[in-house]
């Protein structure tokens, strides 16, 4: 492949790659070194490795190398401190094709997935591959993909019922709930959150964060009020744009202190998401530079 076909096929090709590697990962420097990989592999390739499709030699490559990562990251997190979430990303002033697809939610849904599940799953329900195109990629014929696909689907949808919640709606909510834990109108908090609201929240241990998550209205609400009351005053919330939807993030010293996501069925706020692993923010951090003044 020559260097101008080459710039060609990653400029196109890229976004897709790095969108489902980090479905699969869940983690964004993951995801970029796969996707860097896959190329590679695919520049490199042998003459009689050519392939009519490179956008499917690529994707059956990406997910590959990104199934092999993800078993590597679930050995490693048995040591975790408390939750482990995935890595927001940042995708202000960037095209999304489907915010629902690669919304936090959704991503740290396929966490409680095992490493073929998620995989399989991805691959057909996100990416429409054939069940015989999958079978490569996670060493299993295709009546097994079935099965597996079918089992990973029963859960998804049995653990989180699709809304569809336009923008607008999800930002107001956003910012209703921003302002209730900031003037600490716990009565205001907990209208706003559903009955069963769930806050989880991740620090790795570096940073605050339970290590189970929270349940309950009442809990979740009192126990943001508490933690907004400690945190200095001069620490400030600005919006940004996290995985396709309004985010949050709290700034101190022109330093990210936490990431917070919300998942809403358009009425109330069903979770709370608090990223606080400061190795998880560093690419928030860079973006809150770019945007300040």
Same mark, same amino acid.
């Given at each position: 492949?020559?260097?101008?076909?080459?710039?060609?096929? *990653?400029?196109?090709?890229?976004?897709?790659?790095?969108?489902?590697?980090?479905?699969?990962?869940?983690?964004?420097?993951?995801?970029?070194?796969?996707?860097?990989?896959?190329?590679?592999?695919?520049?490199?390739?042998?003459?009689?490795?050519?392939?009519?499709?490179?956008?499917?030699?690529?994707?059956?490559?990406?997910?590959?190398?990104?199934?092999?990562?993800?078993?590597?990251?679930?050995?490693?997190?048995?040591?975790?401190?408390?939750?482990?979430?995935?890595?927001?990303?940042?995708?202000? @002033?960037?095209?999304?094709?489907?915010?629902?697809?690669?919304?936090?939610?959704?991503?740290?849904?396929?966490?409680?997935?095992?490493?073929?599940?998620?995989?399989?799953?991805?691959?057909?329900?996100?990416?429409?591959?054939? *069940?015989?195109?999958?079978?490569?990629?996670?060493?299993?014929?295709?009546?097994?993909?079935?099965?597996?696909?079918?089992?990973?689907?029963?859960?998804?949808?049995?653990?989180?019922?699709?809304?569809?919640?336009?923008?607008?709606?999800?930002?107001?909510?956003?910012?209703?709930?921003?302002?209730?834990?900031? @003037?600490?109108?716990?009565?205001?908090?907990?209208?706003?959150?559903?009955?069963?609201?769930?806050?989880?929240?991740?620090?790795? @241990?570096?940073?605050?964060?339970?290590?189970?998550?929270?349940?309950?209205?009442?809990?979740?609400?009192? *126990?943001?009020?508490?933690?907004?009351?400690?945190?200095?005053?001069?620490?400030?919330?600005?919006?940004?744009?996290?995985? @396709?939807?309004?985010?949050?993030?709290?700034?101190?010293?022109?330093?990210?202190?936490?990431?917070?996501?919300?998942?809403?069925?358009?009425?109330?706020?069903?979770?709370?998401?608090?990223?606080?692993?400061?190795?998880? #923010?560093?690419?928030?951090?860079?973006?809150? #530079?770019?945007?300040?003044?």
């Amino acid at each position: 492949m020559d260097r101008v076909t080459s710039d060609s096929v *990653f400029t196109e090709l890229r976004p897709a790659m790095f969108a489902l590697a980090y479905r699969i990962t869940g983690n964004r420097a993951d995801a970029e070194e796969i996707v860097q990989d896959a190329f590679v592999r695919l520049h490199t390739a042998a003459p009689q490795d050519a392939v009519r499709s490179l956008k499917a030699y690529l994707t059956t490559i990406t997910a590959r190398l990104s199934f092999n990562r993800l078993r590597d990251q679930r050995a490693r997190r048995e040591t975790y401190v408390g939750e482990w979430l995935p890595e927001p990303l940042v995708t202000e @002033g960037e095209s999304v094709t489907s915010a629902e697809d690669i919304s936090f939610a959704f991503v740290a849904l396929l966490e409680r997935l095992s490493p073929v599940e998620r995989v399989v799953f991805v691959l057909r329900n996100v990416f429409e591959l054939p *069940f015989e195109e999958i079978v490569p990629v996670v060493g299993r014929d295709a009546a097994a993909c079935r099965k597996i696909f079918s089992r990973a689907r029963a859960r998804i949808r049995e653990e989180r019922p699709r809304f569809a919640v336009d923008r607008d709606r999800h930002l107001a909510l956003l910012r209703s709930f921003a302002e209730a834990a900031a @003037g600490g109108d716990q009565v205001k908090l907990i209208a706003l959150l559903a009955d069963s609201a769930a806050l989880h929240t991740d620090g790795g @241990g570096k940073a605050l964060a339970t290590k189970r998550p929270v349940l309950g209205s009442v809990a979740v609400a009192r *126990f943001l009020i508490a933690v907004t009351r400690a945190r200095a005053s001069a620490a400030k919330l600005h919006e940004i744009e996290l995985n @396709g939807q309004p985010g949050l993030v709290l700034m101190e010293s022109e330093r990210p202190i936490v990431a917070v996501l919300i998942d809403t069925d358009g009425e109330r706020i069903v979770t709370v998401f608090a990223v606080a692993n400061p190795a998880k #923010l560093h690419a928030i951090t860079l973006a809150c #530079l770019r945007m300040m003044p």
